[in-house]
T-cell receptor, first 112, second 112 residues
């Protein structure tokens, strides 16, 4: 079954507000990856975190990897309408074979 | 090519017909995934190929679905006797092992 959980499933914010999505795994991950899917598009790789406690920033986006390497978060500061889309986390998990398993995604909508 | 390509981009078929969806991964990528995504939903894992290992078929929803990957490159997803509930966007992704995955633009399948 699904071993990478994401919350919330949906988030609606006013433009300028902050947004955070959380990703949790039942097992320790060697790395965590984040993807963004714009409406009508396909998921696009954003970043990969590897180290325990790692924090990476991409402009207004801040990505964190937990100390236990079981959870991660993506925080967007002062959202803009271009941030609209679905954000997925993914990690390599052994489910049969070891493969990249995606969370269910958090769909972000923004009121301009 | 520069990225993952999929064909056709759109496919409309009648209930009960068979369809074949094609994926051309990035050259040299050992891993290939097929996902299904219904409107506004997350990524539903279907099948995973990794090198010469036996494919992980654990996500295939029924025996009407099958996939093959020839020569470790091109993959074909076949759906036999299509049903209306098969209507979705079928996404292919490739990667080097469990590293960042690159998605194709998808095939939008509509079963009438």
């Amino acid at each position: 079954g699904q071993q990478v959980m994401q919350i919330p499933q949906y988030q609606h914010v006013q433009e300028g507000e902050d947004f955070t999505t959380y990703c949790n795994s039942s097992t320790t991950l060697s790395n965590i990856q984040w993807y963004k899917q714009r409406p009508g598009g396909h998921p696009v790789f954003l970043i990969q975190l590897v180290k325990s406690g790692e924090v990476k920033k991409q402009k207004r986006l801040t990505f964190q990897f937990g100390e236990a390497k079981k959870n991660s978060s993506l925080h967007i500061t002062a959202t803009q309408t271009t941030d609209v889309g679905t954000y997925f986390c993914a990690g390599p998990i052994i489910q049969g074979a070891q493969k990249l398993v995606f969370g269910q995604g958090t769909r972000l909508t923004i009121n301009p | 090519g520069a990225g993952v390509s999929q064909s056709p981009s759109n496919k409309v078929t009648e209930k009960g017909k068979d369809v074949e969806l094609r994926c051309d991964p990035i050259s040299g990528h050992t891993a290939l995934y097929w996902y299904r995504q219904s409107l506004g939903q997350g990524l539903e894992f279907l099948i995973y190929f990794q090198g010469n290992s036996a494919p992980d078929k654990s996500g295939l929803p029924s025996d009407r679905f099958s996939a093959e990957r020839t020569g470790g490159s091109v993959s074909t997803l076949t759906i036999q006797r299509t049903q209306q509930e098969d209507s979705a966007v079928y996404l292919c992704a490739s990667s080097l092992g469990q590293r960042d995955a690159y998605f194709g633009p998808g095939t939008r399948l509509t079963v009438l």
